[in-house]
Nanobody
Framework: QVQLVESGGGLVQPGGSLRLSCAGSGNMFSINRMGWYRQAPGKERELVARITSNGVTNYADSVKGRFTISKDSAKNTLYLQMNSLKPDDTAVYYC???????????WGKGTLVTVSS
């Protein structure tokens, strides 16, 4: 089993920055990919960014150049640095981890990011 706990969400003004963290615990050796997803009110959950165990990253077009995903493997922690935030970035942000063997996904409970003046 894997447990994921997000933190770092909050209220920020347009143009501001936030850094989200996701602390993983349990059988993290089974994980080969982690990522951030978000879900805005009335919309489906969507991929924001993800990173593989060997550091390959990919981003949604809407966040390229503004968001950066990174990880500290020693601490089993995933990060999302979000800059130049826009009101459209308002959503609950979820941490995701995928097992390398079964493809099973684990999810955190989410952290709310609100971008508003």
């Amino acid at each position: 089993q894997v447990q994921l706990v997000e933190s770092g969400g909050g209220l920020v003004q347009p143009g501001g920055s936030l850094r989200l963290s996701c602390a993983g615990s349990g059988n993290m050796f089974s994980i080969n990919r982690m990522g951030w997803y978000r879900q805005a009110p009335g919309k489906e959950r969507e991929l924001v960014a993800r990173i593989t165990s060997n550091g390959v990253t990919n981003y949604a077009d809407s966040v390229k150049g503004r968001f950066t995903i990174s990880k500290d493997s020693a601490k089993n922690t995933l990060y999302l640095q979000m800059n130049s935030l826009k009101p459209d970035d308002t959503a609950v942000y979820y941490c995701n981890a995928r097992r390398w063997d079964s493809g099973m996904d684990y999810w955190g409970k989410g952290t709310l990011v609100t971008v508003s003046s």
